[in-house]
């Protein structure tokens, strides 16, 4: 009984390994792996933010905090506001802690700070990426003066 047993676990063990070489891939060594070449993302200065975006609000008292850039910064009808989009990580080892906003005759400057949440200990975080917009309010309206990103100004 023994023998029957074993030749059946060979033969379930040849069979999974068989549905592992990548759809007929004839045995080249590549098990599965997809190696499609991407295009970069979109590199125009103001792209549309991704759609479900997670609207989020500063939350100070972050640790860790330093500038990120942004994605996009898109004007209210009126200009007084703008909607950020941004690209991080997620809570609690990635959080918005504030934002800047540095408003000049010429241009308009805003920069993101993030960090994490403080914690006693050390946490696992994951590495993925997930998709946020914050609104910015203004003092006054943009009228037409370029929206700068301040984190890539922001020396190392």
């Known amino acids: 009984m023994r023998p ?3 030749r059946a676990a ?16 004839g045995g080249s060594g590549d098990a599965g ?6 295009s970069p993302p979109d590199s125009s200065p103001n792209p549309t933010p991704p759609d479900g975006a997670q609207e989020v609000e500063p939350r100070p008292g972050m640790d860790d905090v330093h500038p990120i850039s942004f994605d996009s910064a898109i004007p209210s009808a009126d200009g007084r506001s703008l909607t950020v989009a941004f690209t ?13 906003v540095d408003i000049q005759p010429d241009a308009v400057t805003v920069t993101l700070y993030a960090g994490h949440e403080p914690a006693p200990e050390p946490v696992a975080c994951i590495e993925i990426a997930a998709f946020y917009e914050t609104t910015v309010e203004l003092s006054e309206s943009l009228a037409g003066r370029p929206v700068l990103d301040g984190a890539l100004a922001v020396a190392p």
């Open 4 to 6: 029957r047993v074993l």
């Open 10 to 25: 060979i033969l379930a063990l040849a069979v999974l390994l068989a549905g592992c070489d990548g759809g007929g891939s």
């Open 33 to 38: 792996l997809d190696t499609t070449i991407t």
């Open 88 to 100: 991080g990580g997620v809570a609690p080892c990635f959080v918005l802690d504030h934002v800047d």
